[in-house]
């Protein structure tokens, strides 16, 4: 049974450039949320999916969206990356049925330059 | 004032001791709460769910407070393996679930 998985693992990026993030969630699960984890820090909600729509949104400008899948997959894309998105994308799997437990893929590393 | 507070550390003990780390929150309408654990440089995964009666996992204890709003770890006989940082995790329910992360308290377990 696949765990969360989340590509690439790493990413450069340049300033004003645009970025997709992918992860597929575990198996059963039909929620996915993103976080920013940058270095030293704890993780930073960004957003929830849950039947293809945003349900929750922490306090992340409109330059990060995303969309969820009908198989549940999701992605998060940033546009007009600053120097201050560098950071870890965690992304997490979990099932409202099952008490919404995060289970976290690896991340995605994204430097921006 | 941030939702979920930690003590950052480092906290640094040596191998077979006991250490406590306390986390608190502010939003009274949380209504489950977590403890995960993250190794350097690898994601958080998932230690132990925290239950207002309390809950215990071997060497590991986990008590909440809702009065006092507060949620505590206990690790008993640390092992050189605890070294980790430890985060707290609250979920508070409205329209959906929004899960808030601590920003973590760092262990380091010396022989």
């Known amino acids: 049974d696949a765990g969360v998985t989340q590509s690439p693992t790493h990413l450069i990026k340049t300033r004003g450039q645009q970025v997709t993030l992918r992860c597929s969630p575990k198996?059963?699960?039909?929620?996915v949320s993103w976080y920013q984890q940058a270095l030293g820090q704890g993780p930073q909600f960004i957003f929830q999916y849950y039947e293809e729509e945003e349900r929750q949104r922490g306090n992340f400008p409109d330059r990060f969206s995303g969309h969820q899948f009908p198989n549940y997959s999701s992605e998060l894309n940033v546009n007009a990356l600053l120097l201050g998105d560098s950071a870890l994308y965690l992304c997490a799997s979990s099932s409202r049925l099952a008490g919404n437990i995060q289970y976290f893929g690896a991340g995605t590393r994204l430097s921006v330059l | 004032r941030k939702e979920v507070e930690q003590d950052p550390g480092p906290f640094n003990v040596p191998e077979g001791a006991t250490v406590a780390f306390n986390c608190t929150y502010s939003n009274s309408a949380s209504q489950s709460f977590f403890w995960y654990r993250q190794d350097c440089r690898k994601e958080p995964k998932l230690l132990m769910s925290?239950?207002?009666s309390g809950n215990e996992d071997g060497r590991f204890t986990a008590q909440l407070n809702r009065a006092s709003q507060y949620i505590s770890l206990l690790i008993r006989d640390s092992k050189l393996s605890d070294s980790a940082t430890y985060l707290c995790v609250v979920n508070k329910y409205s329209s959906a679930s929004k899960i808030i992360f601590g920003s973590g308290t760092r262990l380091s377990i010396r022989p």
């Open positions: 925290v239950y207002s």
């Open positions: 198996s059963g699960h039909d929620t």
